[in-house]
């Protein structure tokens, strides 16, 4: 068994998936671009962005969510 499963993401990961961007996006570029880029307001963006490209089954067909077999459930 694979340790890790593909799916489709569920409708309320929207937030999750934010916050997992920004994060990579503050670790990816820090010291390359202000952080403005990954700040509070870049935040609240990407979640809405996430949330909103959730909220419909195309939305979710066009992204997967890779998640390990420990924390699934």
């Known amino acids: 068994m694979h340790p890790y499963v593909i799916r489709r993401p569920r409708e309320d990961e929207g937030s999750a998936v934010g916050q997992l961007q920004n994060r990579a996006w503050e670790q990816?570029?820090?010291g390359l671009l202000p952080a403005r880029f990954w700040n509070a307001e870049a935040l609240?963006?990407?979640e809405a962005?996430?949330?909103?490209?959730?909220?419909?089954?195309?939305?979710?067909?066009q992204v997967r969510v890779a998640e390990h077999q420990d924390a699934a459930g």
Not at 49 to 54: A, N, Q
């Open 44 to 46: 609240s963006q990407r």
């Open 28 to 30: 990816a570029y820090s």
């Open 49 to 61: 962005m996430w949330i909103h490209g959730f909220s419909t089954d195309t939305g979710r067909a």
